[in-house]
Structures are given as C-alpha cells and as structure tokens.
C-alpha cells in the first residue's frame, strides 16, 4: 500500500501556503482563524462581499476572470468591472422583487453574467442556486419546485425546458433571459451596499443525490462558510498573487461555486473560465494562459492522458489537485511524470461546502490515499452506531460536527438533515479506514462496496487496480447478485487505442488484479465497451452500469455527460 509514497522535499523553497502541516494542525482554532476573512459590526458577513467587494477595494485593476468559449469569443474582467456589474445586476433584482431569504437560481452554460448573477444574489441577502445546463425538465421541475424559487435567470437556448413546467411552478414569479439581462441591468446604478447577515444565514444551495423516496435533496450552505473555503484554497490549493488558475467543475456543481467562484476570487487571483467541452483544446489553453495551478476530476486526466501529450506543450503547472472521486495511483503518477507535480486528491462533499481530507502540498504523498485532515477538522473512523473503530479498521468517515462550511439544512427536509447525525458525529456516508500515521483511505459509498463470498470489496480499489494496467484507460466496478457468493465483482472496462477485446485480455486483467490486490477481489466478469456513464462533473455513475446489467429502470439521467 505505502510502497510508492510520493516524498515532498524542499517544501521551504517552494514558499508554500502551508509549509508544516502537523504543528499547525494541532494549534489551529477557526475562532483565532475569524480575521483572515471580513466582518461587518456585530459579528455580521457577507461571502460574496468577502469574494467580490474586498479584492475590488484592494486590487480593483488586477484580472479576476479570463473567459472565452469554442467560438474563440475571448472577454477580461477586472475585479472592479465585475463588482459594478454584480452592482447592476443586484439593484436589477431588487427592483424584480427580490428580498433577503427568496431563492435566485441560475440556469445558464458557464456565461460571464452567471458569475456576476449569483455574486449579486448573494451580496442582496438572497439564495443563490445553480442548476446544471443539462438538466431536462423533470430534472429542473424538482429542484424548482422544492426550493420555491422565485426568480429564475436562463438563456435563449435553455428556456424551451422552463416553458414547459411553469405552470407547475407556482412560486416562480419571473423567468429573466439572460440575453435580455445583459442590456437591461445597464440602466441600473453601479453602486450597491451589500447586506450585512448573520454568518449563519442560507448564502447558496445546490441539490445532491438522495436516497430513499426522494430524489434530491437541497442542500444549503451558510454565508460564514466563506472563511473555510477561503482558507482551504490558500492552504490547499496554495494559491498565491500571481497564480493562473483554473478550475474546470461546472458552477452547477458544488466544487465549480466554491472553488470556481468564492474561494479562489477571496484571494484575490485571476481565473480562467472556459466555457465549453473537454477536447484537445484542454492542453492548448494551459499553455497559452499559463496555467499554474490546476484543479479538475481524476476523469479529465485520465481523459487528458489519452487525448494529449502534455510533453508537447510549454506548460506552467506547478500545482495539480483532484475532486469528484478518488485518485486512482496511475493517473496520480502520470501527472507527477508530465507535469513535475503529483496529483492530490480533495475529499469533501456538497453537504461540508469545502474540502475536508486532502493531501496537502507539504506533507508526503500515499498513493490512494485521501490524505489528512484539514486544521481545524476533527475525522474518526465510526461504526453503524456511531462508535468509534480503531486505527486500520473500516467503518464510516466522520466529523465532529460544527465546522464553518457546514450544511445549517436540507431545503424542506429537516428529517433527512438529521439522518446526517449519529451519537454526535456528522456521518458522510462513505467507507474509509485510518492508517497509523493518521492518514484516511477511501474504500466506497456504503451502497456501493461490495460483498462477495463474506469479504467487503470496495469498487474503487478494484477499478485503480484496473487501470494500473497498461490496455485500461478506464474502469467502472459494480456487484452483480450471485446466488452462491450474494455479489460477484463485475467489471466494465474502456481500452487504450491499440489494444483490442479477447478473451485472453480478460484473463490477463483477472489475473493482474488477483496479482496486484487480492485473489477475492478480482472481478469475474470484464465487460468492454466504449464509454463509461459519467455525469458532467467527471464522476462514474455506478447505478447507470447496475441498472442495465441487471434491467432495471435507469432514473434521472440528466445529469449525465452524453
């Protein structure tokens, strides 16, 4: 397991963030840690004035965002044009009727004035919520309705699937286009006074995968959750003054908000937003806008490492980080390889509303690893009854709960909010297990490990195995029922140009994986096929491939890639 650590050495001269992590762990405290982010009088906050308002005061001529889309249609924003465009589209919503507490949602490809949109929304005392450009109606009808949204801010394009559910929307009262918007907010002033409200305040919500009878739930973080996502982005992501950086998620997922919007434009630093699909043109804009520090999916590398040469560019990386799913070793050591920096993996969810476990650049790296506990996190190791297990044994990943970015609810849903809580733990709902120097090991969503003749596989380790592999470019594992084991592992596998399906190649991965991790753990069915179901953040969505293996109805798949 710890066989191929990643030792970091000369950390000092790197300047990093962070340079000990250990001794600052341990004296870390979020009350001391209050003044690294803007307060207002009385303990009052504002994340998108900590985001928009603070760098435009200090660095109002500095780039915040370099945007540009496939139609080579290029747009620069300083942080002061972007804070009176937010001041336009603020006082626009005001006079739309909006008030402190009504919810805001965007649904829109990643556009210039969506970012602007939600920073006014926020900075209004309103709820922001985004909602991902490939959601059909259905998918939109859910999410609208549980919220009662009242405005509800989309394009040309787009506005064909709100038509076709308004009348079941009640509370919806105004659908803006945003084409109409660019012209519109022009009228209104561009000076605006942010509200002040209590760091416990709904600042933005996003709806994730549910279980049980509901299909998603709303999530909402409070505007306090600035100071951990500010700080896990100087941390972890060590962005410094003359950064680069670009974060590829999608601001209808949690990761393209908070470290595509808040985090990064907090600090200050200038980034790069491209709007539009994972090609070849991913290696071109690192080079050309000298990226230097490069958050994305485990997907998109491995996506990248088929699709591209990252040799053939003259590239400026100096800092990579994942999300979205665990780091598989292959692609970690490939961008150590191609790029003079290994990967590190992020661990959190939409319901922390910022990073949690995470390799950071100054400790050592082991492979498959989640890594450690941001300062300031408590993470334990827990049993179905909220027990604690010891070190090296799997349970549940979880919290002392009370950390700044925490979920304060699910939208309408205050049963399922404290389904999160056990025995005074906040419970994540993934299997990990502890190893003796305090790093965290992801093993799977408790749904998803599997149990095959009494021993618990989870499906990630078997899939890192997989593309360790030189034919595998990726992997997708399920458990399929089998009346003698209760699961077999079956395996469904993409392979790199050059190398074709056979029967011989199936029995060459059974064995490199009883070779590589366990005789138990190999898969006893390998499936090749062209494309794994991913949704639009990068993620394998494991119940696709479980649902046509077994006939079963596939659900909602807007969310999906293709």
Same mark, same amino acid.
């Given at each position: ?221 409070? &505007? ?41 434009w907090s600090l200050g630093i200038t980034q790069i ?39 053939? $560019?003259?590239?400026?990386?100096? &800092? ?23 990967? &590190? ?74 389904? $999160? ?17 305090? $790093? ?31 034919a595998v470019a990726e992997a997708g594992v399920i ?31 059974q064995q490199f994986v009883k070779t590589h991790l366990?005789? &138990? ?42």
């Open positions: 397991m710890n066989k191929n650590i990643v030792r970091k050495q000369n950390l000092l001269k790197k300047n990093l963030n962070l340079p000990n992590y250990d001794s600052f762990y341990t004296k870390f405290s979020w009350d001391k840690a209050k003044s690294e982010v803007d307060w207002f009088d009385d303990n009052k906050i504002n994340a998108g004035y900590n985001a928009l308002d603070v760098p435009a005061k200090q660095i109002p001529n500095k780039t915040a965002l370099i945007w540009f889309n496939e139609n080579n249609i290029r747009k620069t924003f300083t942080f002061l044009q972007l804070l009176e465009t937010s001041n336009q589209f603020a006082n626009y919503l005001l006079e739309c009727g909006v008030n402190k507490g009504d919810r805001v949602f965007f649904f829109l490809p990643k556009v210039p004035l969506l970012y602007c949109g939600f920073l006014a929304t926020i900075r209004l005392g309103a709820i922001a919520g985004t909602l991902f450009p490939a959601f059909n109606s259905q998918a939109l009808l859910e999410r609208l309705a549980n919220s009662e949204a009242k405005i509800l801010i989309t394009n040309k394009e787009l506005s064909s699937r709100i038509q076709n559910i308004k009348d079941k929307l009640p509370n919806l009262k105004t659908v803006l286009i945003v084409e109409e918007v660019e012209k519109e907010i022009l009228k209104y002033s561009n000076k605006f006074t942010v509200c002040k409200t209590d760091g416990t305040d709904p600042c933005f919500m996003l709806y994730t995968s549910a279980t049980g009878n509901t299909p998603t739930s709303g999530v909402v973080i409070p &505007h306090q959750a600035i100071l951990q996502q500010k700080l896990t982005a100087k941390w972890v992501l060590d962005l410094k003054e003359n950064d680069i950086y670009w974060c590829t998620s999608d601001p209808g997922w949690v990761t393209g908000v908070v470290y595509g919007i808040l985090a990064p937003i491209f709007d539009g699909r994972f090609g070849k043109i991913w290696g071109e804009i690192l080079e050309k806008e000298r990226v230097t520090v490069f958050y994305t999916a485990p997907t998109a590398l491995r996506m990248l490492r088929e699709a591209v040469n990252p040799k053939d $560019y003259a590239l400026s990386v100096r &800092h990579v980080c994942t999300v979205g799913e665990a780091l598989d070793t292959a692609t970690l050591l490939w961008v150590q390889e191609q790029f003079g920096t290994p990967a &590190h993996d992020t661990w959190w969810q939409t319901e922390t509303g910022a990073m949690m476990v995470v390799n950071f650049p100054t400790n050592d790296i082991k492979p498959g690893s989640m890594g450690k506990p941001v300062p300031g996190i408590e993470a334990h190791i827990v049993g179905d009854k909220g027990q604690e297990i010891k070190i090296g044994k799997e349970g549940f990943l979880a919290f002392n709960p009370g950390w700044p970015s925490m979920m304060i609810k699910i939208w309408q849903n205050e049963k399922m909010y404290h389904s $999160y809580f056990k025995n005074g733990w906040y419970i994540s709902g993934d299997k990990a297990f502890k190893d003796k120097d305090g $790093y965290f090991w992801f093993i799977g969503r408790a749904d998803d490990v599997i149990k095959t003749a009494g021993e618990r596989v989870g499906p990630f380790e078997v899939e890192s195995c997989l593309m360790d592999h030189p458990g399929k029922p089998d009346k003698l084991r209760g699961q077999i592992i079956k395996a469904f596998v993409v392979l790199k140009k050059n190398y074709s399906p056979s029967n011989d190649l199936i029995d060459q991965l366990a005789g &138990h753990a190999y898969p006893r069915e390998i499936e090749f096929i062209n494309k794994l179901p991913k949704n639009r953040s990068g993620k394998i969505v494991r119940r696709i491939l479980k649902a046509k293996e077994l006939g079963l109805d596939l659900g909602n798949t807007s969310t999906l890639e293709d």
